[in-house]
């Protein structure tokens, strides 16, 4: 959605930004993860790439070229099936954007949701973490960062505090209001921390799968635990 209101009318929405250009001499397309099949524009999916620069695999750490055929050379399961593609491992989208090239062709832009890896199951639905990871950074301004897990079929919701300790109790409520209101999802269990826990990559990445670990392990030492089982 465009627009100086366009926040106004869709209060809930996720604002993405393309990811750029999409270089001469490098195809993307948009599959299906379980069929393969290709998708159409702006469907969510996983992203291959096909350009001369993909690679048959990577180096372990004793040196030896690792092949991982259904990473490095996948193909389509119907329409054009000789390409060979690389999977990302990335979910997102491709959309026909305004933007003209040298050419006054529009060009299709990138966008990126996240790692296909960490997509949540919940209720029989798929739930992607920075959907819900905004809306609980939306709920409170001392929220200073987010992560969202699952434990044993519950949803984990992680926030870092910048703020009193005080402030931990009134956070639970906020929360599990904010999840429950935009994604119809009753958080299990909600960890306040201070400012720093939520393990990040030089990338910028959250590691959630390494946060959960140190749940599991005890090892958070947080503020406010609340369980809601």
């Known amino acids: 959605m465009t627009g100086s209101g366009w926040w106004r009318e869709a209060p809930h929405s996720l604002p993405?930004?393309?990811?750029?250009?999409?270089?001469?001499?490098?195809?993307?397309?948009?599959?299906?993860?379980?069929?393969?099949?290709?998708?159409?524009?702006?469907?969510?999916?996983?992203?291959?790439v096909h350009s001369a620069h993909n690679?048959?695999?990577?180096?372990?750490?004793?040196?030896?070229?690792?092949?991982?055929?259904?990473?490095?050379?996948?193909?389509?399961?119907?329409?054009?099936?000789?390409?060979?593609?690389?999977?990302?491992?990335?979910l997102g989208f491709l959309r026909r954007t305004e933007l003209t090239d040298a050419n006054g062709e529009r060009h299709d832009a990138l966008f990126v949701v996240g790692a296909l890896e960490e997509a949540m199951e919940l209720r029989g639905m798929?739930?992607?973490?920075?959907?819900?990871?905004?809306s609980v950074t939306r709920a409170h301004k001392s929220i200073m960062e987010c992560a969202v897990f699952t434990w044993t079929n519950l949803l984990v919701v992680v926030v870092e505090l910048e703020g009193s300790e005080q402030e931990a109790l009134d956070l639970v409520p906020m929360v599990t209001k904010a999840v429950l209101e935009e994604h119809y999802l009753i958080v299990g269990v909600v960890v306040v921390t201070d400012v720093g826990v939520i393990p990040i990559n030089s990338r910028g990445e959250k590691q959630r799968m390494h946060l959960r670990d140190g749940f599991l392990q005890d090892q958070l030492d947080p503020i406010y635990v609340a369980y809601n089982m």
């Open 16 to 48: 993405l930004m393309e990811s750029g250009k999409i270089l001469p001499g490098v195809r993307i397309i948009i599959a299906n993860p379980e069929t393969k099949g290709p998708l159409g524009d702006s469907h969510l999916g996983e992203i291959w």
């Open 55 to 90: 690679g048959s695999g990577y180096y372990s750490g004793y040196g030896e070229e690792v092949l991982q055929s259904d990473h490095f050379s996948s193909r389509l399961s119907f329409g054009d099936t000789q390409t060979v593609w690389a999977r990302t491992g990335y």
């Open 126 to 134: 798929r739930y992607h973490p920075i959907d819900i990871e905004t």
